[in-house]
């Protein structure tokens, strides 16, 4: 199996832009996906397929790639942002596996 | 709309059984491949097991194969998690989710809210 590596934690102002990045050797082959997770409620996906964003996601959320490293950028952050972030991806025997999670805290 | 919902969760004693069950409705449920994901108290996601949309094919997480069974009846649009010889770590929520129709090895685009599995003696 493989790992998916985040930043245990991110902090940023309302308004300005939060950046979470997620590596891993798989990434080069594999899509990644995001999911925002809130206290006490099941996560919901917000980007798809490294930079796609579902319909119902507000535009400030971006997904981006790079190697063996992807990103989620939260353009003008707000307080409603402030939540748990998981990147995913899946490896070519069937085996999915998340990120360790990243804890968002909106000052 | 898409909805799941899972039922069967409890206290259960270290080396005990128990299954679970997903409901769900506003899909053609056989066309989906379906998950199972948990979720230790104050821990992160952790990916449990797959089965494929007809259900000709499953994978687990190493920490739960040999001992959790996935299964599914589609005339039912019903999943299920057999868990067999529980222990202490298997303590999570467990979560139901639907594989996207993103490609092989796609992310989830709904899940349930999870339903509670305690081992404790």
């Known amino acids: 199996s493989y790992e998916l590596t985040q930043p245990p934690s991110v902090s940023v102002s309302p308004g300005q832009t939060a950046r979470v990045t997620c590596s891993g050797d798989?990434?080069?082959?594999?899509?990644a996906y995001w999911y925002q997770q809130k206290p006490g409620q099941a996560p919901v996906l917000v980007i798809y397929?490294?930079?796609e964003r579902p319909s119902g996601i507000p535009e400030r959320f971006s997904g981006s790639s790079s190697g063996t490293t992807v990103t989620l950028t939260i353009s003008g952050v707000q307080a409603e942002d402030e939540a748990d972030y998981y990147c995913?991806?899946?490896?070519?025997?069937?085996?999915?596996?998340f990120g360790g999670g990243t804890k968002l805290t909106v000052l | 709309q898409v909805q799941l919902a899972e039922s069967g969760g409890g206290v259960v004693q270290p080396g005990r059984s128990l299954r679970l069950s997903c409901a769900a409705s506003?899909?053609?449920?056989?066309?989906?491949?379906m998950h199972w994901v948990r979720q230790a108290p104050g821990k992160g996601l952790e990916w449990v097991a797959v089965?494929?949309?007809?259900?000709?094919?499953?994978?687990?997480a190493d920490s739960v194969k040999g001992r959790f069974t996935i299964s599914r009846d589609n005339s039912k649009n019903t999943l299920y998690l057999q868990m067999n010889s529980l222990r202490a770590e298997d303590t999570a929520v467990y979560y139901c989710?639907?594989?996207?129709?993103f490609g092989s090895g796609g992310g989830f685009d709904y899940w349930g809210q999870g339903t509670l599995v305690t081992v404790s003696s």
């Open positions: 798989a990434l080069s082959k594999q899509y």
């Open positions: 089965i494929w949309f007809d259900a000709s094919n499953n994978n687990y």
């Open positions: 995913q991806s899946a490896d070519s025997s069937a085996t999915w596996v």
């Open positions: 989710a639907r594989e996207g129709q």
């Open positions: 506003g899909f053609t449920f056989s066309s989906y491949g």
């Open positions: 397929k490294d930079t």
